[in-house]
C-alpha cells in the first residue's frame, strides 16, 4: 500500500526536478545569445533605447501571432488584472532598458557581473520598504556579493559610470519585477484561473513595449534611428537586419521561459539560477569579444558570485 501511495509522489517530484532543469538550461542557452547579438547590434548601432523597443515589440508580435492561431490559449483578462500589471511593466521596462543601455557603454560582462549583485538588492529592498527582516548569516552573506562586485567595478579596464549605474538601476528595478511578479501571477484572473507564467510574460511585454515606445522617441528617435540604421547597414550589411531580429527573438524567448520557471519555483531559486546564468554570460562573452580582463577583477566577480550561493543558503 505504502509502495503504492508513495511512487506517484517520488515520480512526480523526479518529473519536476527535470523540467526545472530543462528550463533552466533553455533560459540559460536563450539569453547567451540574446547577450550576444545584443551586443553586436549595440556595437553598430549604439541606439539601446531602440533595441530594448524592439525586443519588446517582437515578443508581443510573436504571442499575438500565437494567440490568433491558437497556437497557444489567450488568457482571459480583466481591468484589475491590467491594474495589478502596471507596476511589474514599469520595473520590467527601467529594469530592461537601463541593462541594455549599460551594455551599450561597457563591455557585457561588467553589465552582468554588476547584475550578480541581484540579492543584495532583493535583501536591502526586502528589509528597508517591506520591513521584513532576516537572519544575520544573511546580512554576512552580502558582504562577498557587495565587495566582489566593488572590487570588479574598481578595476574594470574600461569604466564607465553611465554603464555601472544601468547595471545599479536595472538590480533595483527587476527585484520589484520579480516580487510583484510572483504575486500578480498567482492571483485569480477573471476566470477564476491565474494567469500563466508564458501568458503572464506575454502581456508584461505588450504594457512595457506601450511604456517605452514614448519614451524611446522622446530619448533618441527616429532621425538619430535612420542616419544610425544606415551607418550599421554600411558597416555590417544585409546580416545586420539579422542581428537585430536575433536580439529582439531570443530576447523574447529567454524571457518567456525564465518566466515559465518562475510560475514553477520560488523568486530565490529564481534570483540562484539567473546568477548561475550570468557565470555562462560573463564566460561566453569574454571569449566571444575578448574582453581585456586583469585576474583582479575575476576575482572579484568570482567572489560575488560564491557571496550570491552563501546567501541562498543563509535564506533557506
Ligand atoms: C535586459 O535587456 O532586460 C537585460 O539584459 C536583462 O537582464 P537579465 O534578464 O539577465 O537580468
Not at 524611446?216 to 545586420?240: D, K, R, S, T
Not at 575575476?298 to 541562498?312: E, K, Q, R
Amino acid at each position: 500500500l505504502d509502495i503504492n501511495i508513495e511512487l506517484p509522489t517520488v515520480q512526480s517530484e523526479a518529473a519536476q526536478k527535470v523540467k526545472i532543469g530543462i528550463y533552466f538550461a533553455t533560459w540559460w542557452a536563450l539569453n547567451v545569445v540574446f547577450n550576444i547579438y545584443n551586443k553586436k547590434v549595440l556595437n553598430a548601432f549604439p541606439y539601446p533605447w531602440l533595441t530594448s523597443t524592439l525586443s519588446l515589440a517582437a515578443g508581443s508580435f510573436m504571442m499575438l501571432v500565437s494567440w490568433a492561431t491558437r497556437v497557444a490559449d489567450p488568457p482571459k483578462t480583466d481591468l484589475d488584472f491590467w491594474k495589478n500589471l502596471l507596476p511589474v511593466a514599469v520595473a520590467h521596462t527601467i529594469g530592461h532598458v537601463a541593462a541594455t543601455v549599460s551594455m551599450s557603454k561597457v563591455a557585457v560582462s561588467f553589465t552582468h557581473i554588476i547584475k550578480s549583485g541581484e540579492p543584495a538588492f532583493t535583501v536591502l529592498v526586502s528589509r528597508f520598504l517591506l520591513g521584513e527582516t532576516f537572519p544575520l548569516p544573511v546580512y554576512l552573506s552580502l558582504l562577498p556579493i557587495i565587495g566582489g562586485c566593488a572590487l570588479s567595478a574598481a578595476t574594470e579596464l574600461n569604466f564607465n559610470m553611465t554603464g555601472f549605474m544601468g547595471a545599479m538601476i536595472s538590480n533595483l528595478a527587476f527585484v520589484f519585477r520579480n516580487i510583484f511578479s510572483k504575486k500578480g501571477m498567482s492571483g485569480k484572473s477573471v476566470s477564476g484561473k491565474s494567469v500563466s507564467g508564458m501568458n503572464y510574460y506575454a502581456c508584461l511585454s505588450m504594457l512595457s513595449l506601450l511604456l517605452l515606445t514614448p519614451f524611446a522617441i522622446a530619448v533618441e528617435g527616429p532621425q538619430v534611428w535612420a542616419v544610425g540604421w544606415q551607418n550599421a547597414l554600411a558597416q555590417i550589411g544585409p546580416n545586420f537586419v539579422w542581428w537585430v531580429a536575433a536580439q529582439s527573438i531570443f530576447y523574447h524567448l529567454y524571457n518567456q521561459v525564465s518566466y515559465m520557471s518562475l510560475d514553477q519555483i520560488s523568486p530565490l531559486t529564481f534570483s540562484v539560477g539567473n546568477t548561475m546564468k550570468r557565470i555562462s554570460v560573463i564566460v561566453s562573452s569574454i571569449i566571444i569579444f575578448h574582453t581585456p580582463i586583469q585576474p583582479v577583477n575575476a576575482l572579484g566577480a568570482a567572489i560575488a558570485i560564491l557571496g550570491t550561493f552563501i546567501y541562498s543558503q543563509a535564506k533557506l
